[in-house]
């Protein structure tokens, strides 16, 4: 994986006139005091309250979440989205519209929270090391399992024989028990990025070592 | 082969261009424009779909966010001012 930053990512990209506008009217009225920020910051809410409303039906649905903290969720996402984009309006760099990025705060947020939620719910410990659960989280098909049992071993052999202590604890967590990575991080105090990232060489370290013992082919790259 | 090894393929294969979250996330309302300008985002920020590709959490974002945007584009956007 790339080192954070290696990518020469365009940092600023042109809108349109009309956006750049309506772009500078939202800072300068969320920079602003008294009514004019008043005003800005329900209008602002109501926006984020919509685009969290929807993600919260989008994930509820997936995740098969009902009741009334399904829309407490939005409320509350879109309050601590609005207190966030209040608090780092002078860092939007107007590479796109307004409202975009501030959506992106509130996508999170939502996420975080159903995540969360959803976690709870489940009674899943993130440390419960059931091996029987790998073919299912695999998607493979119950009437496989038998066909299949060699390759779990093996997945499971090159778990405790190739991977680092930490890199074991966040594959049972995100792969055998399906535990969301923010909820993860958040349970070991670590970035998502640092999470992803020791998963991401975790996946290589396995993938080589199956690869090695016959059970894969070389991974073929674009 | 029977193709259940598929999803242990989807899991183990990595990109050396996957550019992990952090710079995913810090691009993400660009790309996500760009995705609903129908522009080919993929092909300014390789690295960034790579990373969508195999990032379920950062991948479910760009879905919502793409749908905030469009749902936006729909309804007419809020005017400031
Ligand atoms: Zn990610």
Known sequence: MKSEGSESLPQVRVVSPEVARENRAWVDDLSSNGDRREFASRR????????ARAEVGRRAARLRLVGPEVDDIAHQAAADALLA????????????KFTTWAYKFVIFDVAAKVNRHFWQRSGVAFDDDDWDRLPARLGIEPEAHAESRELM??????????????????FVALVLNGMPTDVLADQLGAT?????????DARRKLRTALVDAGYLAEQQIA | MTGWPEGLERLLTTDPRDVGCDTARAVLHVYVELLAAGIDAA????????????????????????????????????QPG
């Open chain 1, 192 to 200: 998502q990025n640092a999470i992803y990232k020791m998963m991401f």
């Open chain 2, 43 to 78: 092909e300014h920020y390789p690295g960034v779909a790579s990373h969508l590709a195999a990032c379920d959490a950062c991948a479910e974002a760009a879905d919502g966010l793409l749908a905030a945007v469009q749902d936006e584009g729909l309804h007419g956007g809020p």
């Open chain 1, 44 to 51: 602002l809410y109501e926006v984020l309250l919509r685009a």
């Open chain 1, 85 to 96: 984009i209040c608090g780092k309006v002078e860092t939007f760099r107007g590479d796109c």
């Open chain 1, 153 to 170: 071993q093996a997945v499971h052999r090159a778990v405790d024989e190739n991977l680092t202590a930490k890199q074991r604890i966040v």
